[in-house]
């Protein structure tokens, strides 16, 4: 009886740590930024600050993020995830000051760092200090140069294609783990393979696709201050859905992943992981969500600005959204306000009856909120605009997903499915 009770117990604080976990990123440099991305929704951003000059986090806004952040932590590891803009912004000496102020508050905690980059400022000393500390470097990358350089440019308007590649190969070289961030776009959506055999000849391991899209202001007022639409509310119509020309189109970003997963299905289980397709297998398999997006509920995965500003979500970073500053102290009750549970329930309970009744709903789970700007079939709000094309590549996979299931519960390696899975 003693025992079961030590058990039950264990199992609610494990229960009690997932459902209270929160990810907070940090972004030290703002929406600054040494490149010009076409398709960049967070440059826009510059205009809610009015310290145009200097978007750069300072030691007071560092120091109180690191030690609220460990502090309101319930389990025993944190993951420090640093995005921007571009975070490299700040330097090595930077990043320095956040491993120290880590070991001062780190109350015997795990604690790990992520890097999101487009690589273009790292150099022998970066790689180095991001090896030494065993940074995980998210690193954007949308394939070769043909795709790559089409909208990833400088400032000067010149391309980085290859300098990228240059820098990924550096950080090879020194041992840092590196996943590729690669965008889909009006343009990449219709070259999969070539994007695909890419990175596959040049050894990347880890790749996730993130799809672009963006809406058009309504009106030439709204383009004045910033060019692109704000998120949908998810309880009302929308009636603006024009995308802008480099967004990628429905279909085609569904028959992107389809084709690059024929390729992964029939020769790279086990040797390259798709994020998507892995993601995908969790849901399958019963394993939860492994990303936001596809989870029930969202908000629990909130940023930091700069400035100690902390907003709902990434994709929300508007003032309607804001939550408070971290240099007010309260962090986890901002995380746990009416505001952010409202904010999170809302991707659930705003979900189209098209979607209640979907037969992949529990793979897509009705995607990233800012997605969801359409109408359903019997034109109620809040449909993802990504819904044909995602419905098309979860039913393509169904098949070897089950089997993929079937094998891990008889304990047979998932790699057996490219000897199992039909040859064209």
Known sequence: ????????R??????????????????????????RCEYCFYREKKAFFPER?????????????IREYIQSQPGPSVVFDWQGGEPS?????????????????GMGKEISNTLQTNGTLLDEAWCLFLSRNKFLVGLSMDGPESVHDIYRVDNNGKPTCVKVLEVFKLMRRHGVEVNILATVNRESSRHPLDVYHFFKDHGVQYIQFIPVIERLPESKAEKLRIPLAPPPSLTR???????????????????????????WIRNDVG?????????????WAGAGPGVCYVSPRCGMNLILEYNGDIYSCDHFMYPAYRLGNILDGGLRKMIHSRQQAEFGATKETALPGYCRGCDVLFACRGGCPKHRFTQSPQGEPGLNYLCVGLKNFYHHINPSMNQMVEFIRRGITVQKIMEAVDQP
């Open 1 to 8: 009886m003693a025992g079961r009770k030590k058990a039950n």
């Open 10 to 35: 264990k199992d609610f604080t494990t229960e009690r740590i997932a459902q209270e976990s929160f990810h907070l990123m940090a972004k030290p440099a703002g929406p600054s930024c040494n490149l």
């Open 53 to 65: 000059h200097s978007l750069l986090m300072s030691d007071e806004v560092l120091e109180a993020y």
């Open 89 to 105: 912004l700040r330097g090595i000496g930077f990043f320095q000051r956040a491993l120290d102020l880590q070991k001062k508050y």
């Open 237 to 263: 119509e929308e009636k603006w859905t024009t995308v802008t020309p480099w967004s990628v189109e429905p279909e085609a970003y569904g028959e992107f992943l389809i084709r690059i997963y024929k390729e």
């Open 271 to 283: 040797k390259i992981f798709v994020m998507n397709f892995e993601w995908s297998l969790g849901s």
